[in-house]
């Protein structure tokens, strides 16, 4: 993924209704959902799905399919991975152990027992 790409989808994912379809579809898994089943569990209007889904498919976030009369959306889950890629790839640039997660403190109850 290039860098305008990544723009584009996290452009698409900087808003709360997005990001909870985007997080819902993700859950869902490759057979996704139907748009009356997203609009229904986030309860918003329909018009409002298709504004926000047709966002998050041309960033390439999603795919959509008809399955007879309803619409069918699902995770692009290798564009997906490309842009956990693309922001992580220079993620261990700075020595090994940069990218593992800082250990947390302990509570200051626990230090003081530790001591």
């Not at 860098?3 to 819902?24: D, F, K, N, Q």
């Not at 090994?96 to 003081?112: F, I, M, N, Q, Y």
């Amino acid at each position: 993924m290039d860098s305008p790409h990544a723009v584009l989808a996290l452009g698409a994912l900087a808003h709360e209704t997005r990001l909870a379809i985007y997080r819902m579809l993700v859950e869902s898994g490759p057979d996704g959902l139907s748009a009356g089943i997203i609009a229904e569990r986030l309860r918003i209007p329909p018009s409002s799905l298709t504004f926000h889904v047709q966002h998050l498919h041309r960033a390439g976030l999603l795919t959509q399919r008809r399955l007879s009369r309803q619409l069918i959306y699902a995770a692009d889950f290798s564009n997906m991975n490309a842009l956990v890629g693309f922001l992580t790839e220079n993620c261990c640039g700075r020595g090994v152990g940069a990218c593992l997660p800082a250990t947390p403190a302990a509570p200051p109850s626990e230090r003081k027992a530790a001591s």
